[in-house]
């Protein structure tokens, strides 16, 4: 049997907890053989609660080999995609030479 998560055991105590208190104060009891009832009744409901409650998704393990080749080939595939960088151009000798054509060029003071 696989051991408990952390919460399951939270949520299987503070259901023991509060509907222990919950019974106790509605049923009036006093006597041990109510108590008893109550108590277990109550370690019943924080059984079933810590149960139900969902355990998380184990990912089936892969072969470590076959991993570290995926990672490598999704590497190089992505460096394979990356633009090559264009070799810088000359820096324009006039504000007109970058304007669109069409415009005149900036306004100046």
Not at 31 to 40: D, F
Not at 74 to 92: D, E
């Amino acid at each position: 049997m696989p051991r408990p998560t952390a919460a399951q055991l939270a949520y299987g105590s503070a259901t023991v907890i509060f509907s222990t208190l919950a019974m106790l104060l509605l049923s009036q009891t006093s006597s041990g053989l109510g108590v008893a009832v109550i108590a277990l009744a109550a370690l019943g409901l924080g059984l079933l609660v810590a149960l139900t409650v969902p355990l998380p998704k184990s990912r089936p393990a892969a072969a470590p080999a076959a991993t570290a080749a995926a990672a490598e080939e999704r590497v190089t595939l992505r460096r394979a995609t990356v633009p090559s960088v264009a070799a810088p151009q000359a820096a324009p000798e006039s504000v007109y030479e970058v304007a669109p054509s069409g415009t005149r060029g900036p306004a100046g003071p």
